[in-house]
């Protein structure tokens, strides 16, 4: 194991021959063989060939932090010694648990002050679809029961929560999505703005909330649940217009809303939360991946005071995982906070890091093939075009300049990723003025030689 390893295509063989890998084909990955990842510095990861790799993606948009962190690591240790395991099933908590609970609601918005702990972002979905439900069956409403989500939204890959997000091609594996799940339109101005400005885009984007509302029955809406960026369906960034109408038809509809913060939380888009960010008031926030900088597993459902008081009166709460409120990874979670509070990592991300990345990465949008390049805190997005006057899309279809430009990518060292024709980003917090050159600098190669190979191979065509 570590460094002295076997020669990367015995390695690649073992992964072929034994391991299913999530969210891939598994023939066409067989085929060429994995990149084996070894090990990670700073914002840096190397593979198994020994290419230093700039993690333009925090991992899964986990690794906030940046990897390396000793502290972690001995914060893990330390709790394995002590108690490496106790559940908080029935009537019992322990340290980890309390304490990390206890800083959350310090950190999240004001009547956020209760923690539901989950193992992931999506089993913290599930958990958030119950609770929901349930709250408005304890408040004499059981008909309260439907979920308004957005097509293209994520929400994870339980059956709960891949009902709960909109991609289709999930839908379409396994008998998606369960009853009373709703999805209306997503607030993504350039591809879908058509002739509006993006602020009467965002307005009407987030009217289809209260018409929907209103089709359905408010006495039959339970909630409306989105990611303040969506992340996984590309880095949609919402016109700002989009949330303060938003909030507004959730204070007045008797629905509650959640934040999902997977991936917004702990500083991604230059505040502790993107409810910070984008004033909004949620009864519910999901948070998982930079809880932990995914150094281990957890998420959580942070709860208001008002759904908590509910929840605790209705006699047992028939829910929960073995590993809610695991004390290993409390014990990382709550070093990880410290870390990002007391190194003012949050802080700087917001004040110096967002606005240095933002300046570079939207001056990509002068190269040829890129229409928008929108960002929020540390989460970017290219949309690649043929044409930027009319935002049409590639007739090659969606995602073959992108799975292109991706390939590029990593053969530069530089992790990014496509979702379709869109290249995204989301390195960690802890990234560097340096760093982020060094980024943009691999994403401008990444870009010429993807233009040139669209170009030489016939792909310059608007759909
Ligand atoms: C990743 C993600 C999830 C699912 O989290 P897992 O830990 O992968 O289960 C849920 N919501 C959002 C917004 C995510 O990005």
């Given at each position: 194991?570590?460094d002295?390893?076997?020669?990367t295509a015995d390695?690649q ?6 391991h ?5 084909d598994g ?14 510095d700073?914002v840096f990861i190397?593979?198994?060939?020994g ?7 925090s991992?899964l948009?986990?690794v906030?932090?940046g990897?390396?962190?000793d502290?972690l690591v001995e ?6 010694r002590?108690l490496?395991f ?9 340290i980890?648990?309390?304490?990390l609970?206890?800083?959350?609601a ?5 009547n956020?002050?209760?923690?539901f ?5 999506s ?5 958030n679809?119950r ?7 304890l ?5 309260k029961?439907?979920?308004i989500?957005r097509?293209n939204g ?9 009902s709960l997000?909109?991609m289709k ?7 998606l999505?369960?009853?009373d799940?709703?999805?209306i339109n ?5 591809g879908?703005g ?6 009467e ?5 987030a009217?289809?909330?209260e018409?929907?509302i209103e089709e359905?029955g408010?006495?039959r809406?339970?909630?409306f649940?989105?990611?303040?960026v969506q ?7 919402p016109p700002?217009?989009y949330?303060?109408?938003?909030q507004?038809?959730?204070d007045?509809h008797?629905?509650l809303l ?6 917004c939380g702990?500083?991604r888009t ?15 926030m ?8 995914g150094?281990?597993?957890m998420g ?8 908590s008081e509910?929840i605790n ?6 829910h929960?995982y ?7 990874a409390?014990a ?7 870390i990002l509070?007391?190194?003012g990592?949050?802080?700087r991300a917001?004040?110096?890091?967002a606005p240095?990345?933002k300046?570079r990465w ?12 929108t ?11 043929p ?7 590639f007739?090659?279809g969606?995602?073959t300049v992108?799975?292109m ?12 990723r496509h979702?379709g024709?869109?290249m995204?980003i989301a390195?960690?917090?802890v990234i ?5 050159d ?8 990444t870009?010429?030689e993807?233009?040139?190979?669209v170009?030489?191979e016939?792909?310059w065509?608007?759909?």
């Amino acid at each position: 194991m570590l460094d002295n390893h076997l020669p990367t295509a015995d390695l690649q063989a073992i992964d072929a021959a034994h391991h299913l890998h999530a969210f891939t084909d598994g023939d066409q990955l067989n085929a060429k063989g994995a990149r084996i990842i070894i090990k990670g510095d700073g914002v840096f990861i190397t593979d198994s060939d020994g290419n230093q790799i700039l993690d333009g993606m925090s991992g899964l948009w986990c690794v906030n932090i940046g990897y390396g962190r000793d502290e972690l690591v001995e914060a893990a240790a330390r709790q394995m010694r002590q108690l490496p395991f106790y559940n908080t099933l029935f009537q019992t908590s322990h340290i980890p648990a309390l304490e990390l609970a206890q800083r959350l609601a310090e950190l999240a918005p004001e009547n956020l002050n209760h923690v539901f702990f989950n193992g992931s972002g999506s089993d913290s979905n599930d958990t958030n679809i119950r609770m929901i439900r349930h709250y408005w069956a304890l408040k004499g409403k059981p008909e309260k029961t439907v979920i308004i989500s957005r097509w293209n939204g994520y929400h994870g890959s339980t059956m709960g929560a891949a009902s709960l997000g909109g991609m289709k091609g999930m839908h379409a594996q396994g008998g998606l999505p369960i009853p009373d799940i709703v999805h209306i339109n997503q607030p993504d101005w350039w591809g879908e703005g058509g002739e509006l400005s993006p602020e009467e885009f965002g307005i009407a984007r987030a009217r289809e909330l209260e018409a929907k509302i209103e089709e359905l029955g408010e006495d039959r809406v339970a909630a409306f649940i989105a990611e303040p960026v969506q992340g996984a369906g590309g880095v949609i960034v919402p016109p700002d217009s989009y949330w303060p109408e938003i909030q507004r038809i959730c204070d007045a509809h008797e629905i509650l809303l959640v934040a999902d913060e997977v991936i917004c939380g702990f500083g991604r888009t230059g505040a502790w939360f993107g409810s910070d960010t984008y004033n909004i008031r949620p009864d519910i926030m999901t948070v998982a991946k930079g809880l932990t900088s995914g150094y281990v597993p957890m998420g959580a459902s942070i709860v208001s005071d008002e759904v908590s008081e509910v929840i605790n009166a209705g006699g047992e709460f028939a829910h929960g995982y073995t590993y809610s409120g695991h004390p290993v990874a409390a014990a990382v979670a709550l070093e990880n906070l410290r870390i990002l509070d007391e190194e003012g990592i949050v802080e700087r991300a917001g004040r110096d890091i967002a606005p240095y990345l933002k300046e570079r990465w939207e001056s990509l949008a002068e190269h040829p093939m890129v229409g928008e390049a929108t960002i929020k805190g540390l989460m970017g997005s290219l949309a690649l075009t043929p044409d930027k006057a009319s935002r049409a899309k590639f007739a090659a279809g969606s995602g073959t300049v992108g799975y292109m430009c991706r390939e590029r990518s990593f053969e530069n060292n530089l992790i990014m990723r496509h979702v379709g024709d869109r290249m995204i980003i989301a390195p960690p917090l802890v990234i560097s003025h340096d760093e982020i050159d060094i980024l943009i600098e691999r994403a401008i190669k990444t870009l010429d030689e993807t233009y040139a190979a669209v170009k030489a191979e016939g792909l310059w065509q608007s759909a």
